[in-house]
T-cell receptor, first 115, second 116 residues
Framework: DTGVSQDPRHKITKRGQNVTFRCDPISEHNRLYWYRQTLGQGPEFLTY????????KSRLLSDRFSAERPKGSFSTLEIQRTEQGDSAMYLC?????????????FGPGTRLTVL | AQTVTQSQPEMSVQEAETVTLSCTYD???????LFWYKQPPSRQMILVIRQEAYKQQNATENRFSVNFQKAAKSFSLKISDSQLGDTAMYFC?????????????FGKGTRLSVIA
C-alpha cells in the first residue's frame, strides 16, 4: 500500500499523560502536514515540514506539542501533559511539493480521547 | 488571514438528482488554489476537485463540477447524478501561494446524505 499511514488509529489516555503519534507519508513526498479535526469542524492546520525542516507552526500548537521529521521520512507528533481539550482527530497529509501538482493526500487519522 | 465559509451544515439529495454545495472565502491574494475534499464516514479524506484562481474555466471531474466566481469569492460544488457513495462530509479548502504547497484552510464542512 502506498498511501499515508498513521499509528495508532485510536488512543485513549488520562489527563496529564504524554502521547506520541506517528505518520508515514507516501514515499518521495517531501511535504508533510499535521492537522487537527474536532467534532463538527473542518481540519485545522498545526504544522508542516519540507523534508526534515519544520517550515511553519500554527498558533494552535502550544508548547506542549512538538513535531519532528527526522531524515525527512516519517513524522511524529508528541503531546505532553495532555488535557481534555486535546481530544480530537489528528490528521496527517503529504504532498510532492510541486506547485503544479499540489494535492495533499490524507491518512486515516489518529483519534485521541483524553479522559 | 484567509477564511473559508460553508453555510450549509447539512444537505440531502435523492439518488440520481443534482445538488450544489456552497462555499465562500476571504483573501487578499490574487492567485491561489481552491479544493473540494470528501470525507466518507469513518474513511480518509480524498480530493474531489481542484481550481486554480488564475484559470477562468471552471474545473470538472466526471460528475463533479465547480462554479468559480472570483470577484464574488464564491466556489460552489455541483454533483450531478448523485450516487449513494457520494454520502460524506464535503470540505471546501483554500491554499495560498507562493509555492502552491502550503497548508490548507478548511471550511466547517457540509454533511451530504444521498437518499435512495
Amino acid at each position: 500500500d502506498t498511501g499515508v499511514s498513521q499509528d495508532p488509529r485510536h488512543k485513549i489516555t488520562k489527563r496529564g499523560q504524554n502521547v506520541t503519534f506517528r505518520c508515514d507519508p507516501i514515499s518521495e513526498h517531501n511535504r508533510l502536514y499535521w492537522y487537527r479535526q474536532t467534532l463538527g469542524q473542518g481540519p485545522e492546520f498545526l504544522t508542516y515540514f519540507q523534508n526534515e525542516a519544520q517550515l511553519e507552526k500554527s498558533r494552535l500548537l502550544s508548547d506542549r506539542f512538538s513535531a519532528e521529521r527526522p531524515k525527512g521520512s516519517f513524522s511524529t507528533l508528541e503531546i505532553q501533559r495532555t488535557e481534555q481539550g486535546d481530544s480530537a482527530m489528528y490528521l496527517c497529509a503529504s504532498s510532492v511539493g510541486d506547485p503544479h501538482y499540489n494535492e495533499q493526500f490524507f491518512g486515516p487519522g489518529t483519534r485521541l480521547t483524553v479522559l | 488571514a484567509q477564511t473559508v465559509t460553508q453555510s450549509q451544515p447539512e444537505m440531502s439529495v435523492q439518488e440520481a438528482e443534482t445538488v450544489t454545495l456552497s462555499c465562500t472565502y476571504d483573501t487578499s491574494e490574487s492567485n491561489y488554489y481552491l479544493f473540494w475534499y470528501k470525507q466518507p464516514p469513518s474513511r480518509q479524506m480524498i480530493l474531489v476537485i481542484r481550481q486554480e484562481a488564475y484559470k477562468q474555466q471552471n474545473a470538472t471531474e466526471n460528475r463533479f463540477s465547480v462554479n468559480f466566481q472570483k470577484a464574488a469569492k464564491s466556489f460552489s460544488l455541483k454533483i450531478s447524478d448523485s450516487q449513494l457513495g457520494d454520502t460524506a462530509m464535503y470540505f471546501c479548502a483554500f491554499m495560498k501561494p507562493p509555492s502552491g504547497n502550503t497548508p490548507l484552510v478548511f471550511g466547517k464542512g457540509t454533511r451530504l446524505s444521498v437518499i435512495a
